[in-house]
């Protein structure tokens, strides 16, 4: 079945530095990369959608400057927390349609666990 | 806006029973739903889906049930085991838009 990596599964880093993580489709090409938060106990909150060769589209209240998108191939998204501070430690999940169609199944991949210090 | 929610937040089963996880969305145009699965520390995993133009749908021991007419979605799981403890979340889309969670029940399992 289709598969999306995410990369690292967990990471912490100092308040005030910036942190990437890496979503992969592994078998199957995705021309849109969604990029979730999921706060603890809470349901997932879509913050960008992520489209190859073109701008991330950012749902609101969600600073684009902050969470930088990058599409670069069919295969890879990125999400770059910049400047990060405590209030944005939570669980970031990456997720991608296996089909060419919005009425297919939307893979996950495994989070990644970020805690800002 | 329009949001998909849940009737219970959470839900305690014995081993061997038959679970039933319910989800009410508000989206009268959504065409598309899925349950999700998700373990501590996971992403969610892909169960079942079914479109608005059925009422069931069945799996390998999961069947969806979906009611349009009081806009209403359940997951059953027959012969529950204690791998069936998670979160589930249901989600819903309409034609080429994006998939809107549910706040998610917690089944747990006893054994």
């Known amino acids: 079945g289709a598969v999306v990596s995410q990369h690292p599964s967990w990471v912490i880093c100092k308040s005030g530095t910036s942190v990437k993580i890496e979503c992969r489709s592994l078998d199957f090409q995705a021309t849109t990369m969604f990029w979730y938060r999921q706060f603890p106990k809470q349901s997932l909150m879509l913050m960008a959608t992520s489209n190859e060769g073109s701008k991330a589209t950012y749902e609101q209240g969600v600073e684009k400057d902050k969470f930088l998108i990058n599409h670069a191939s069919l295969t890879l998204s990125t999400l770059t927390v910049t400047s990060a501070h405590p209030e944005d430690s939570s669980f970031y999940i990456c997720?991608?349609?296996?089909?060419?169609?919005?009425?297919?199944?939307?893979?996950f991949g495994n989070g990644t666990r970020l805690t800002v210090t | 806006g329009e949001s998909v929610g849940l009737h219970l937040p959470t839900l305690s089963v014995q081993e061997g029973d038959n679970s039933i996880i319910n989800c009410a969305y508000s989206n009268s145009a959504s065409d598309y739903f899925i349950w999700y699965k998700q373990e501590s520390g996971k992403g969610p995993q892909f169960i079942i889906d079914?479109?608005?133009?059925?009422d069931k749908r069945q799996g390998q021991r999961v069947t969806v049930l979906l009611n349009k007419t009081v806009k209403h979605l359940s997951l059953q799981i027959a012969a529950t085991q204690p791998g069936d403890s998670a979160v589930y979340f249901c989600a819903e889309s309409t034609s080429g838009s994006r998939l809107t969670f549910g706040e998610g029940t917690q089944l747990t399992v006893n054994p």
């Open positions: 079914i479109r608005s133009n059925m």
């Open positions: 997720s991608a349609y296996s089909g060419i169609s919005y009425n297919s199944p939307l893979h």
